[in-house]
């Protein structure tokens, strides 16, 4: 997130993508071989014949993109913990909902059959996430079992959901959005537990770019959002202040449709 000014950091060097010009796209590893290529009915047509799963799509950034992809045709699986919003989110999209935690093996199990079932998948958001120890603790006070479950969440539940639907995604040269933040890239006062997650998942995503030159793998930190999540840690005037998430959505879908090569992605 564009997380908390007090302490801002150098931004990191980014390049300007070819047509959208509010999205940066900067691979920072030489990813071999050509940008994976669209095609008629490859992930630019968003006819409606792909499917995709979000995860953390009950409220905030995740739904915002559900509902955006489902505007496009999409067929959707959707994950969040409670079930009562997921199942409203559901219903107002058409999405299969599978309330359960990322966390949990047994339930990611259960998502990526369900991606199976409807076809195979194209695209897989990593988007569910924790800020961890909330109010945010400064590292040397960091509970460490709190900034375990960060790790569980943001970096183990991300690369267990892609080892669970890497094989139907190289074969339908799909893509991976793993959603970030700037504080995997800024020293913030009280963000290290997670943003070290979160340079986790960019590098992980990098890595997995350079290993899997089938699917594309964006690595994007959207900025700041009006979201529970923002709320939680600057408070809700603060929050307030944010983009709403459905002005963000877009930028997700249109970086799916034009599909650039792996990437760190800054909106
Ligand atoms: N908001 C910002 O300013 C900002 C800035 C930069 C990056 N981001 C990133 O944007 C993404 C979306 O964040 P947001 O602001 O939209 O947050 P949010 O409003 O708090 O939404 C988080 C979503 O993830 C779900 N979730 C959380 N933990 C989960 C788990 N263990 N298993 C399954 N679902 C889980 C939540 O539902 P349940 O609680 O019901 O499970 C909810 O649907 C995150 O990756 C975040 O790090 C946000």
């Known amino acids: 997130m564009a997380d908390d000014p007090r302490t801002p950091a150098p931004p990191p060097s980014t390049t300007t993508a070819t047509s959208a010009p509010a999205l940066r796209v900067s691979p920072p590893v030489p990813v ?16 409606g014949a792909r499917t995709a799963l979000v995860t ?8 915002a993109l559900t509902r955006a992809l489902a505007a496009e045709g999409w067929r959707l699986v959707i994950t969040a913990r409670g079930a009562a919003d997921l199942a409203e989110a559901a219903r107002e999209t058409g999405a299969t909902a599978l309330a359960g935690d990322v966390t949990d093996p047994a339930h990611r199990a259960r998502l990526a059959e369900a991606a199976h079932e409807l076809g195979g998948l194209d695209l897989l958001v990593n988007n569910a ?20 479950d960060a790790l569980a969440a943001n970096v183990v539940a991300p690369l267990a959901l892609i080892q669970a639907t890497l094989r139907g995604l190289r074969e339908r040269r799909g893509a991976v959005v793993n959603i970030s933040s700037d504080a995997a890239v800024g020293a ?56 709403d998430p459905a002005a963000v959505a877009p930028f997700l879908v249109d970086l799916v449709k034009r599909r650039p090569g792996s990437g760190r992605v800054i909106r």
């Open 32 to 47: 071999p071989g050509p940008a994976p290529a669209s095609a008629p009915g490859d992930l630019a047509d968003g006819a």
């Open 56 to 63: 953390g799509a009950s409220r905030g950034l995740g739904l």
């Open 129 to 148: 996430s924790t800020l961890g120890a909330v109010p945010l603790p400064p590292l040397a006070a960091y509970p460490l079992d709190a900034l375990a």
């Open 188 to 243: 913030y006062e009280g963000w290290g537990g997670y943003g070290l997650s979160k340079a986790a998942l960019d590098h992980l995503s990098s890595v997995l770019a350079v290993e899997e030159p089938d699917i594309a793998v964006w690595w994007v930190d959207p900025g700041e959002m009006r979201t529970r999540m923002l709320a939680d840690a600057l408070g809700e005037e603060e929050a307030a202040q944010a983009a």
